[in-house]
């Protein structure tokens, strides 16, 4: 009997031998297109565990102060000088915060139009306000640069002044040895790939004490806040004050947030 070998979707006859050759070589394919799948599912769900719930950000006057609302769902509320930070609750993308995010998300709270260029300036310059030093603003500057290029508005926003906790009884409390190191993060990118980057820039205060001389307690603290950030999932990189005053700080900056956003793409990009 002579196997009919049928046509395909546009009417063409279709050899029954290459049917079965095509059938055996997908069933072969299956489990490696499996493989990939969930190799591809690993890569993207990289970085911290747990649940975005908000960012608290880009202070430009007194530190906001914080208290916990709620300790069921874990919502926290600003009590006090709410009106100098931007506090972003949305719900975040599956990919981070690209620039272009941020600016809708900009636009709807000043009920401002997105595409209006004016728009991102104002933007850049809020965020630019809660900058503590000349080497933070030429890191932030040097960074924004790259928003100029084709699809610079998929790049990751740079999200300054990140407060990651707020501890200030046990701060108060003289004597006290236990008080989270770092109140706040210089800067946060959240990337494609799911990775929260960290990057700090490292003035004097953070090794020395307030005559100058150097202070290993303060060094200490910062090594034992950088492992602990490290083995929550986030990724951390320093640069020094004096490293950002140099001649060719800029040229080090673009050539570095260039290594680093090539390696946080979106999985299979």
């Known amino acids: 009997m002579t196997e009919d070998p049928g046509v395909d979707g546009i009417g063409v006859p279709v050899d029954p031998v290459r049917r079965r050759q095509v059938v055996r070589l997908s069933q072969a394919v299956a489990p490696l297109r499996g493989d990939v799948e969930a190799e591809y599912e690993a890569q993207f769900k990289k970085g911290p565990t747990g649940r975005f719930k908000n960012l608290i950000f880009a202070a430009d006057g007194p530190k906001p102060k914080i208290v916990l609302r709620d300790a069921v769902n874990n919502d926290v509320e600003i009590v006090s000088n709410a009106d100098n930070c931007l506090v972003f609750t949305d719900p975040l993308s599956p990919y981070g915060m690209t620039w272009g995010e941020m600016i809708a998300w900009w636009a709807d709270r000043q009920q401002a139009d997105p595409h209006d260029r004016r ?16 080497p933070e603003r030429l890191l932030f500057r040097t960074y924004c640069a790259r928003y100029g290029a084709a699809e610079g508005n998929e790049l990751p926003a740079p999200i300054p002044q990140v407060y990651l906790h707020y501890d200030p009884y046990t701060r108060m409390t003289p004597g006290h040895t236990s008080a989270l190191a770092r109140q706040r993060m210089d800067f946060l990118l959240l990337t494609p790939d799911r990775s929260r980057i960290v990057i700090e820039v490292d003035g004097v205060q953070h090794y020395a004490d307030a005559t100058g001389k150097a202070s290993p307690k303060l060094y200490s603290e910062m090594a034992a806040e950088d492992r602990r950030l490290r083995l929550m999932g986030y990724d951390i990189y320093r640069f020094g004050g004096h490293e950002l005053a140099r001649t060719d700080a800029s040229t080090m900056l673009h050539s570095f947030f260039g290594e680093l956003l090539s390696r946080h793409k979106r999985p299979g990009a």
């Open 119 to 134: 728009t991102a300036h104002a933007l850049y310059a809020r965020l630019a306000a809660s900058l503590d030093s000349d």
